[in-house]
């Protein structure tokens, strides 16, 4: 089994970066496969000696492995630098491994991911392998799939990227032309049709809910490990987003060590029960519950009676 290529990608955080590469290399594919990291360019002055730092870093792992260096000299931003960096992975290889400075992965991580790339090469409805569950599924056995994709550890190929619209505005009409929204929403559960207007708004910059949307309304699927091979410590606000995130349970540890969850499910279809694990979980998490849920009716009446109250101010200062 040949082994993808693995894009890393950081900026001015050198001790993340380096409890990112301690857990890589624990993985026995690590030090027989191409790693390049994407270092990207300083903001402001004081980004230049973190910068040096993570550079630093890289150079002490250069030892155990081999790494490719490509630095920025300028400041690209998170999603510019991903988008460019996915791409030139691509023009000379078939498959890759992304993965950003924050995460933690776990000892057969590289052994799923090269795993499933072998495995689903040929299902076009397959659109990644993701790293990252946000749930404990089947009591940590086998995988299951979503639709959609994915940004935390995770791999895919050339093809399915190249797929990829990077366009915020046309798919955000798609979907709402559509009247995919609500489900795109996860039941309403979790606000990614607010982050891709957002995006297209040029509020937020984010190359992951182009990818998620774009997988989506190809109808691909991404399969996940029924327990995360990831954790993220990106949540201590050293990072471009510190809120609204998709981060559940089960990003709270790391499974025991030589976990690798077996492809015990071939057919690609939607997991209904894995996907309702998540809604619920999500709902407690944001307090997102619709308005015909008990939980849900308070939110409802607070926002009907703030409304009111507003028109009655109105009214009165009129």
Known sequence: M???????????????????????????????????????GPRRE???????????????????????????????????????????????????????????????????????????KD?????????????????????????????????????????????????????????????????????????LRRQSRSEVDSWAIRWHASMFLQNRLSVYPSQSLILNTGFDGSGTHKANSFNLEASKGLPEADYCPEFNNLTPRETKRARSMIVNLSRKRYKSYPYWHPLGLPRVVARKLKSLLLYFRGNKLS
């Open 123 to 195: 299902y076009p409805s397959i659109a990644s392998i993701q790293g990252y569950s946000p749930i404990l599924f089947n009591n940590g056995k086998g995988t299951y799939f979503l639709k959609g994709a994915d940004c935390w550890g995770w791999a895919t190929w050339k093809d399915r990227w190249l797929s990829l619209n990077r366009d915020s505005s046309d798919l955000l009409a798609e979907i709402q032309d559509a009247k995919l929204s609500n489900s795109f929403d996860l039941d309403g559960s979790f606000p990614y049709t607010d982050m």
């Open 2 to 40: 040949s082994l993808a290529p693995i894009a890393i990608f950081a900026f001015n955080r050198p001790s993340h970066l380096r409890r990112l590469l301690s857990s890589l290399l624990a993985n026995k594919e690590a030090k027989e496969s191409e790693i390049t990291i994407f270092v990207d």
């Open 46 to 120: 004081d980004d230049q000696k973190l910068i040096l730092e993570v550079v630093s870093t890289i150079e002490e792992f250069s030892d155990f492995a081999e790494i490719n260096t490509i630095k920025s000299k300028t400041n690209k931003g998170l999603a510019t630098s991903v988008l460019a960096g996915i791409d030139s992975i691509f023009v000379n290889h078939e498959t890759a491994i992304v993965l950003e400075d924050d995460l933690i992965v776990a000892n057969r991580f590289l052994q799923f991911c090269n795993e499933g790339l072998a495995r689903f």
